[in-house]
């Protein structure tokens, strides 16, 4: 590792600023998710994870300031330093990489198995019902396997397909026995507000059930997290090979 070639300098701070540039972005997006999931009860089992988040971007963060600074000093010491903790965090990245595959199809089929787990959505427990209608209304879906018959007679609000809905999903009409329940039975609600509920048979439903949708939206997003993962890695090799 003698004395660096322009041209391989250059490049090598400008990988290095681009890498520091993204760490920095990263490690703001961890601080925001750990702040966003600090009160919820995932946060247990997710704070390993921000933990190791943390150390790995702070690590690359001040090893692409040590880049820069040896490639623009040429100063040996710190070209090592950044050659060697880059190469080990690359290595740890492909891990994931590798990881995060292979456990991609099991994460898939943990949702599945915990949102059947749920059904039959007309006896589901209150935290469920919450959740599925979050579901809902942020994939404009019903139900999760065979759309609002899930719910029996009694299909919530959430399920209700508007006019401006209607030109991007598919709605369809509910059977004749069916109705529209403004408020699902909760302990806080008394036994007539359990029944509340509305009929208008020119309301319509969406057709599509929710779970093939959310096993869709998760895979697609292990996907581009894998992806994100091998770039990531792809950068870093670079920066070390400009060493070579």
Same mark, same amino acid.
């Given at each position: ?34 702040? !966003?999931?600090?009160?919820? %009860?995932?946060? *247990? ?7 190791? #988040?943390?150390? &790995?971007?702070? $690590? ?40 995060? !595959?292979?456990?991609?199809? %099991?994460?898939? *089929? ?7 787990? #749920?059904?039959? &959505?007309?006896? $589901? ?120």
């Amino acid at each position: 590792m003698g004395r660096i070639h322009i041209c391989v300098k250059r490049t090598l701070i400008f990988v290095c600023v681009l890498i520091c540039i993204i760490s920095t972005l990263l490690l703001a997006i961890t601080l925001f998710g750990h702040g !966003y999931f600090h009160q919820s %009860e995932e946060i *247990e089992d997710i704070l390993p994870g921000i933990v190791v #988040m943390y150390v &790995l971007e702070a $690590a690359t963060l001040v090893l692409s300031i040590f880049g820069v600074y040896g490639a623009r000093k040429e100063k040996k010491w710190a070209l090592v330093l950044f050659s060697v903790g880059m190469s080990l965090a690359s290595l740890y990245l492909f891990v994931e990489c590798v990881n995060a !595959y292979h456990s991609k199809h %099991e994460m898939e *089929e943990l949702t599945r198995e915990e949102h059947l787990a #749920m059904m039959p &959505l007309s006896g $589901a427990k209150q935290t469920d019902i919450e959740t599925i209608y979050n579901i809902q209304t942020n994939l404009k879906c019903c139900g999760l396997v065979q759309g609002y018959q899930d719910w029996g007679t009694d299909i919530p609000l959430s399920c209700l397909c508007s006019d401006e809905d209607s030109t991007d999903f598919k709605c369809v009409a509910p059977g004749n026995n069916t109705r529209f329940v403004i408020h699902y039975p909760n302990s806080d609600m008394s036994e007539d507000d359990d029944h509340k509920g509305l009929m208008d048979e020119h309301m319509l439903v969406y057709e599509k059930p929710c779970l093939p949708i959310l096993i869709s939206v998760e895979s697609y997003a292990i996907s581009l997290g894998i992806g994100t993962l091998v770039a990531l890695t792809a950068l870093w090799v670079l920066s070390v090979g400009l060493l070579d």
